[in-house]
């Protein structure tokens, strides 16, 4: 059982439209992150949200993290061929200890 | 700061071989995380090393294990390689116990078994 779902799993788009990706969970977190992975390298951190209904933005990139601590989306603007990975998010639990928990990621694949 | 480091970048094994790999964490960091990934898929998650000790392991056969030293960098081991373990693994090391914790990543190594 995945405790982080993303969906859609694949997307493929051109050049110019706007997307939305989303990522959803039953636990709340006291974090979460969003990475993009270009094939057969590490992922990259972009983005933390802290606070519920955080939004934050990195250019063409929206991060907004949900009321309840427990989803998140990212919504690309005019996206371009550069913005094509895997697009990955991850909560943290405080648990025990903490514990970051990573979705299955959203393929994105921007066509020109 | 330098990043996390992950050695070798790409590795050629053959079938019943052993093989191990190095992650040294971003300074500060004492957890380390190692995760497996084969094309196309997520991260499918291996363990996690804290202050030396294993915290937290994924559902992965006996013949993976890791370990680390106390300046915190972690190796990890595959030992009876399989064709399917050919993969790229990644090390994510974090400094956990403040408001937030985010997992930073090396490189990975790249496992070919042939």
């Known amino acids: 059982t995945q405790l982080l779902e993303q969906s859609p799993q694949f997307l493929s788009i051109q050049e110019g439209e706007n997307l939305t990706v989303y990522c959803n969970s039953s636990?709340?977190?006291?974090?979460l992150q969003w990475y993009r992975q270009e094939p057969g390298e590490g992922p990259v951190l972009l983005v933390t949200?802290?606070?519920?209904?955080e939004v934050k933005k990195l250019k063409r990139l929206t991060f907004q993290f949900g009321d309840a601590r427990k989803d998140s989306s990212l919504h690309i603007t005019a996206a371009q061929p550069g913005d094509t990975g895997l697009y990955l998010c991850?909560?943290?639990?405080?648990?025990?200890?903490?514990?970051?928990?990573f979705g299955p990621g959203t393929s994105l694949s921007v066509i020109p | 700061k330098a990043g996390v480091t992950q050695t070798p970048r790409y590795l050629i094994k053959t079938r019943g071989q052993q093989v191990t790999l190095s992650c040294s964490p971003i300074?500060?960091?004492?957890?380390v995380s190692w995760y497996q990934q084969t094309p196309g898929q997520g991260l499918q998650f291996l363990f996690e090393?804290?202050?030396?000790?294993?915290?937290n392991k994924g559902n992965f056969p006996g013949r993976f294990s890791g370990r680390q030293f106390s300046n915190s960098r972690s190796e990890m081991n595959v030992s009876t390689l399989e064709l399917g373990d050919s993969a790229l693994y990644l090390c994510?090391?974090?400094?956990?116990?403040?408001?937030?914790?985010?997992?930073?990543f090396g490189q990975g190594t790249r496992l070919t078994v042939v």
């Open positions: 991850a909560g943290d639990m405080k648990t025990s200890y903490d514990k970051v928990i």
């Open positions: 636990s709340v977190f006291s974090s």
């Open positions: 090393y804290f202050s030396e000790t294993q915290r």
């Open positions: 949200v802290v606070t519920g209904g």
């Open positions: 994510a090391s974090s400094f956990t116990g403040g408001i937030r914790t985010e997992a930073f």
């Open positions: 300074s500060g960091h004492r957890s």
